[in-house]
């Protein structure tokens, strides 16, 4: 393991979950040094429960997507997300967490009107996490079953960059984690 990186736990039960995600409330965000962690995945679900309502695995994925964050894994933190929520959230929230990243840069790729709207973090992050697709990864990311919501939760993700603003906190997340959980 590279130093300073710790693992990243795999969540058998969601209490592991919560807690992970209650340690996100006390982590500022790599997003914008005025939002925690947590604070960025809530506005995220937010985003996601006003694009797609009846969604609640795409809005619980927005809500866990940077798990892996604050725990060493920037470049691959999608990848290590995914992997530590599968057992218990499923496979399609775990591709998605997996494939927000991937979808920043088939976005930046595609839709040259995307990158505009990147914050600076996330321009910066791009170089990181392999800049522009090309064509062969474009083709690949489609060949993924959830691109398409991916490309939702990326969009929601960008959105989710508000200091101070008010969204619904954890608790009111609990029952869409409760249903989503593979227990």
């Known amino acids: 393991m590279p130093p300073n990186e ?21 982590t500022i965000s790599t ?9 960025h995945g809530l506005q995220c679900a937010f985003e996601l429960s006003q694009a797609a309502p009846a969604d609640v695995e795409l809005q619980v994925a927005g809500l866990a997507h940077d ?36 979808a920043k840069r088939y976005l930046v790729t595609t839709d040259p009107a995307y990158r505009a709207r990147l914050s600076l973090d996330s321009v910066q992050t791009l170089a990181l996490q392999g800049g522009d697709m ?5 083709t690949a990311f489609e060949g993924f079953s959830h691109w398409r919501d991916a490309l939702l939760l990326r969009v929601a993700d960008e959105a989710a960059k508000v200091p101070g603003r008010s969204v619904p906190g954890l608790g009111h997340w609990r029952q869409a984690l409760a249903a989503t959980a593979r227990a």
Not at 7 to 26: C, H, I, N, Y
Not at 68 to 85: P, T, Y
Not at 134 to 138: K, L, M, P, Q, S
Request: glycine share 12%.
């Open 31 to 39: 997003e914008d040094p005025g939002l925690t962690e947590l604070d």
């Open 67 to 102: 798990i892996a964050h604050g725990l060493g894994h920037i470049r691959d933190h999608g990848e290590v997300g995914g992997a530590a929520v599968r057992g218990l959230l499923g496979e399609r929230v775990a591709e998605l967490v997996m494939l927000h990243i991937p």
């Open 134 to 138: 090309t064509d062969a990864e474009v």
């Open 6 to 26: 710790t693992p990243t736990p795999v969540f058998a039960d969601l209490p592991s979950l919560l807690a992970r995600l209650e340690v996100m409330g006390a």
